[in-house]
């Protein structure tokens, strides 16, 4: 027993030498600043304690309004001083590749234990979105259980900048939220409107608030006591928002601007065609024809193009690809159809996603650019971004290319591809944001 005893004490005791002539490990830190700030602006985010070369994997977790987890990790190495800059620094795999100071967030997708195909956009304005940033050794795939944790921390971001105003709207039949930015303006006035989706989207809305614009959020069904379904649409209810946003006091005139996506940009176009009141028009993966549902206004209808579901394809995976579907616009046939742009007294943003799969909303943009210029026009400008798909929404929106369809119940293919599409949403919020102020004052 006593040579046992002496044998286990000779190896113990090299073994308490090598631990006493470790240097103690740094305690790596993670900083990500603002910590708190609105959900379009950058971050930086640095780590430092971290052995020189040392492979690490961050991370970013975050819960979206129904309680779905929402994750996304990169590869990076340390630096020779054991720091990461992701401003400068490249990551070498995971979610994305490459210098992405905001890769973390606009690759934000559901975790692999929830229901595919769920958007990371809260479609009220109220909340924050919390998003936990983390910092494990080593380099491990997505999905897959990380290394141990080494550091981590907690980021806001707001949707409400600060002194920002909402004032929810029930001015005759107009319903909405209007966003007043701080201060006694007066402001230039913007109506934002989104897709077929229906309901109150207040987020770009209040985000352009808090960039110095009176901004009212506009649905025009499923809110409220609105028309449930989109079956047909009266212009003089636009026209009504548009006089209500124009005489409001802190709002600068003469005229108003719109912004909308999808159904809300064709409705934008149609906006700045028949209503003197608006003057700048954003469209943003619009169509230049009127759509599904027939737009009135007095005596005049415009019918609505329709989808022809035949022309609709399903993968192998349940995913609808409906590229082909709506009818074609430049069939003499739909001739009723086309908005005519040509009557527009103010001025046009066309921003389309080259691979935009929803519908061919760079041939749309094409169709109107042609329609103006056959008249002698050239009161627009065309953001064209390739690799971008359907939703173009402000910068770090998590990139969704496939999204369930809130009206059909099924995922609705949209395309694009993810780094195109984040880098097409930060450079067209930018130039959204001037070519409004250039024309509204």
Same mark, same amino acid.
């Given at each position: 027993?006593?040579?046992?005893?002496?044998?286990?004490?000779?190896?113990?005791?090299?073994? !308490?030498?090598?631990?006493?002539?470790?240097?103690?490990?740094?305690?790596?830190?993670?900083?990500?600043?603002?910590?708190?700030?609105?959900?379009?602006?950058?971050?930086?985010?640095?780590?430092?304690?971290?052995?020189?070369?040392?492979?690490?994997?961050?991370?970013?977790?975050?819960?979206?309004? !129904?309680?779905?987890? @929402?994750?996304?990790?990169?590869?990076?190495?340390?630096?020779?001083?054991?720091?990461?800059?992701?401003?400068?620094?490249?990551?070498?795999?995971?979610?994305? $590749?490459?210098?992405?100071?905001?890769?973390?967030?606009?690759?934000?997708?559901?975790?692999?234990?929830?229901?595919?195909?769920?958007?990371?956009?809260?479609?009220?304005?109220?909340?924050?979105?919390?998003?936990?940033?983390?910092?494990?050794?080593?380099?491990?795939?997505?999905?897959?259980? %990380?290394?141990?944790?080494?550091?981590? $921390?907690?980021?806001?971001?707001?949707?409400?900048?600060?002194?920002? !105003?909402?004032?929810?709207?029930?001015?005759?039949?107009?319903?909405?939220?209007? @966003?007043?930015?701080?201060?006694?303006?007066?402001?230039?006035?913007?109506?934002?409107?989104?897709?077929?989706?229906?309901?109150?989207? #207040?987020?770009?809305?209040?985000?352009?608030?808090?960039?110095?614009?009176?901004?009212?959020?506009?649905?025009?069904?499923?809110?409220?006591?609105?028309?449930?379904?989109?079956?047909?649409?009266?212009? #003089?209810? @636009?026209?009504?928002?548009?006089?209500?946003?124009?005489?409001?006091? *802190?709002? *600068?005139?003469?005229?108003?601007?719109?912004?909308?996506?999808?159904?809300?940009?064709?409705?934008?176009?149609?906006?700045?065609?028949?209503? %003197?009141?608006?003057?700048?028009?954003?469209?943003?993966?619009?169509?230049?024809?009127?759509?599904?549902?027939?737009?009135?206004?007095?005596?005049?209808?415009?019918?609505?193009?329709?989808?022809?579901?035949?022309?609709?394809?399903?993968?192998? $995976?349940?995913?609808?690809?409906?590229?082909?579907?709506? #009818?074609?616009?430049?069939?003499?046939?739909?001739?009723?159809?086309?908005?005519?742009?040509? *009557?527009?007294?103010?001025?046009?943003?066309?921003?389309?996603?080259?691979?935009?799969?929803?519908?061919?909303?760079?041939?749309?943009?094409?169709?109107?650019?042609?329609?103006?210029?056959?008249?002698? *026009?050239?009161?627009?400008?065309?953001?064209?971004?390739?690799?971008?798909?359907?939703?173009?929404?402000?910068?770090?929106?998590? @990139?969704?290319?496939?999204?369930?369809?809130?009206?059909?119940?099924?995922?609705?293919?949209?395309?694009?591809?993810?780094?195109?599409?984040?880098?097409?949403?930060?450079?067209?919020?930018?130039?959204?944001?001037?070519?409004?102020?250039?024309?509204?004052?």
């Amino acid at each position: 027993a006593a040579m046992w005893r002496a044998l286990a004490a000779a190896s113990v005791a090299p073994a !308490r030498a090598v631990l006493r002539a470790r240097p103690p490990q740094r305690a790596a830190s993670l900083a990500v600043s603002p910590a708190a700030g609105l959900a379009d602006e950058r971050v930086e985010t640095r780590v430092a304690g971290l052995s020189p070369g040392q492979p690490v994997t961050l991370r970013a977790l975050a819960a979206g309004d !129904r309680g779905c987890l @929402f994750q996304s990790c990169a590869h990076y190495r340390a630096d020779s001083r054991g720091e990461l800059h992701l401003d400068t620094d490249a990551s070498h795999g995971g979610d994305y $590749t490459g210098v992405e100071p905001m890769g973390l967030f606009w690759s934000l997708a559901p975790a692999a234990m929830e229901r595919p195909y769920q958007r990371l956009l809260p479609r009220s304005a109220d909340a924050p979105m919390k998003v936990e940033v983390l910092v494990h050794e080593g380099h491990s795939p997505p999905g897959a259980m %990380p290394g141990p944790l080494v550091a981590k $921390t907690e980021v806001e971001r707001r949707f409400m900048g600060p002194g920002v !105003r909402r004032v929810r709207l029930k001015e005759g039949v107009v319903r909405g939220s209007l @966003f007043l930015p701080p201060g006694d303006g007066p402001f230039p006035g913007v109506i934002d409107m989104y897709g077929d989706e229906g309901g109150l989207v #207040e987020l770009r809305s209040s985000l352009l608030a808090a960039r110095g614009f009176a901004a009212l959020s506009l649905p025009y069904f499923d809110f409220e006591d609105l028309p449930k379904v989109m079956k047909e649409l009266k212009l #003089e209810y @636009f026209e009504d928002a548009a006089r209500f946003l124009q005489r409001h006091p *802190k709002v *600068k005139g003469p005229g108003v601007g719109v912004i909308g996506t999808g159904k809300g940009a064709e409705l934008a176009l149609s906006m700045i065609t028949f209503l %003197p009141e608006v003057v700048a028009a954003v469209s943003i993966s619009g169509c230049t024809s009127n759509t599904v549902a027939d737009l009135r206004y007095g005596d005049m209808t415009l019918p609505g193009l329709r989808f022809d579901m035949n022309k609709v394809s399903v993968s192998d $995976t349940g995913v609808f690809d409906i590229f082909e579907a709506l #009818e074609d616009p430049t069939n003499p046939a739909n001739s009723r159809c086309a908005i005519p742009v040509e *009557k527009a007294e103010g001025h046009f943003l066309l921003v389309v996603g080259e691979d935009d799969r929803m519908w061919k909303s760079s041939l749309y943009a094409e169709l109107a650019i042609k329609r103006l210029r056959q008249h002698g *026009k050239e009161n627009f400008e065309l953001l064209s971004y390739p690799g971008a798909g359907h939703q173009i929404d402000p910068p770090s929106t998590p @990139f969704c290319p496939i999204a369930m369809d809130r009206v059909l119940g099924v995922p609705v293919l949209g395309g694009g591809e993810s780094k195109a599409h984040a880098h097409a949403q930060e450079h067209s919020w930018g130039k959204i944001q001037e070519f409004l102020r250039l024309h509204l004052g």
